[in-house]
């Protein structure tokens, strides 16, 4: 059997693809990749479709053993990888032989790595992706120890390139691109979102990345009837903390959502570890 078979997940460790495209509708997100590019990336590595299904590992520690010879890639954060206890690097291609068994170390920048392997896993999709929603609870449940994933059929030949750079974010400080909401006006100054630095919390999820600072002030106390709501919204609860929109945000919302990261920046918004300082540049639709 090709597969591989999960040793230890560390923290939270995900099956993700690109998600379930064109359901907001009937009341069902996307999901999907927090980092998308990240995905997208150890695909193309490995001569897969650009959206098949890896696993998503926060903070490393995930541990997995090969049932037969495979490729695989580590994209993302850039963690820590060995390959039998031999440090073989993340953003390269490397060949698993069957028994070796692969460990995810905790990355020094980052939050979210991804290991694909050649051929894909194949999950048995719902609602169209293999993709683990933990907002709405769809897709296979977190990875556990024991687990066993099984592998595809590669689609092509192995690409000629087998290796990218890594990431350059430093984890310092991070601007991200943003337009103005459509509900700017219902904070008294939206400005401090662009002026002022604010941390990223330790409640941030693959929700959202909320964000602590000194706060914004609602001109109002009237509620805004709920509307749709989309990836790097940014929303203001009444608390006056806003949340950033990630993969696994609710569909609809009724706060005000004063600003837009720029889909380009959301993925390094998806990278941003608790305590990091972020602030908004306000870009031109």
Partial sequence: MSGLRVRATGPLALVEDLGRRGLAGVGVGRSGAADRGALRLANRLLGNPEGAAAV????????????????????????????????????????????????LGVPGTGLRSYLAVRGGLDVPPVLGSASHDVLAGLGRAPLAAGDLLEVGEPAGPLPATHAAPPPGDDGRDVVLRAVLGPHEDRVVDVAP?????????????????????????????????????????????????????????????????????????????????????????????
């Fill in 56 to 103: 998503e590992v926060l903070l490393g520690g995930l541990e997995v053993e090969a049932l037969a010879d495979l490729d695989v890639v580590v994209t993302g954060a850039p963690a820590p990888v060995l390959l039998d206890g031999r440090p073989v690097g993340s953003h390269a291609r490397t060949r698993v032989a069957a028994g070796s068994r692969l460990t």
């Fill in 193 to 285: 979102l662009a002026t002022g630095w604010w941390e990223v919390s330790e409640r941030s999820n693959r929700v959202g990345a909320r964000l602590q600072g000194e706060g914004l002030v609602a001109t109002d106390d009237e509620q805004l009837p709920s509307e749709g709501t989309w990836r790097g919204a940014v929303q203001v609860p009444p608390g006056g903390e806003p949340v950033l929109f990630l993969a696994d945000h609710p569909v609809t919302g009724g706060y005000p959502v004063v600003a837009v990261v720029v889909d380009a920046d959301v993925d390094r918004a998806a990278q941003l570890r608790p305590g990091q300082r972020v602030r908004l540049r306000w870009v031109t639709a």
